[in-house]
């Protein structure tokens, strides 16, 4: 069973809409975390939260807010959805300790129209 | 900044013959980087083949092998002979472990093939 779920797998969405992206861990991880990779790009690093709380943003765009109403959700909210947002958003969690490497989600493939 | 340059895919192999993926790194921002290879089989999320904190070392997993080579900043994969259950995308990564090795800095992945 995956210990990371992400829901839902696929979303379509049209322009200038609201979507929110779910993540649960199962793993007791205190650490959860966003990524996001777009068409023929690298993963790159969006958000890491901490016991509930904001530890980095590294997304320009106050359009994209983490929610986390439990220790092992960690929810992504996108506003005003742009054709630029279609990527695949992985969801990460670990123990916030050093050198472990974070285990990921199946990822939600996002395609905004 | 800092980035992370693997072979571009797609790579295709023939069952039982030998796969090098390249991984070149720089790390401006960080002294001394941890490297990762993840991979991710269809279907499936990103999971963690091997990961090496210390430079000179190698790490191995699943009949994969990297060496942490600091000199050539380079993290280059390895298998001596591949399956057809190999086929997935390879993702190169490196971490800061002075920050806890969560906000990795990945490559593109490269696509790999291996036919029967």
């Known amino acids: 069973d995956p210990k990371i779920i992400q829901k839902p797998k696929y979303l379509v969405a049209v322009t200038g809409s609201e979507k929110i992206l779910i993540c649960e861990q199962y793993?007791?991880?205190?650490?959860m975390y966003w990524y996001r990779q777009s068409a023929k790009k690298p993963l790159e690093f969006m958000f890491s939260?901490?016991?509930?709380?904001?530890?980095d943003n590294q997304t320009a765009s106050s359009r994209f807010q983490p929610q986390s109403s439990k220790k092992n959700h960690l929810d992504l909210q996108i506003t005003a959805l742009k054709p630029d947002d279609s990527a695949t958003y992985f969801c990460?969690?670990?123990?916030?300790?050093?050198?472990?490497?974070?285990?990921f989600g199946e990822g939600t493939r996002l395609s905004v129209l | 900044g800092d980035s992370v340059t693997q072979t571009e895919g797609p790579v295709t192999v023939s069952e039982s013959e030998s796969l090098i993926i390249n991984c070149t790194y720089s790390?401006?921002?960080?002294?001394?980087?941890?490297l990762f290879w993840y991979v991710r089989y269809p279907g499936e999320g990103l999971q963690l083949l091997l990961k090496?904190?210390?430079?000179?070392q190698k790490g191995s997993s699943r009949g994969f092998e990297a060496t942490y080579n600091k000199e050539t900043t380079s993290f280059h994969l390895q298998k001596a002979s591949v399956q057809e259950s190999d086929s997935a995308v390879y993702y190169c990564a490196l971490g800061d472990p002075n920050t806890g090795n969560y906000k990795y800095v990945f490559g593109a992945g490269t696509r790999l093939k291996v036919i029967a």
């Open positions: 793993l007791g991880h205190n650490a």
């Open positions: 090496v904190i210390t430079a000179g």
């Open positions: 990460a969690s670990s123990q916030r300790d050093r050198n472990q490497a974070p285990l």
């Open positions: 939260y901490s016991y509930q709380k904001l530890m």
């Open positions: 790390a401006t921002s960080i002294a001394y980087p941890n």
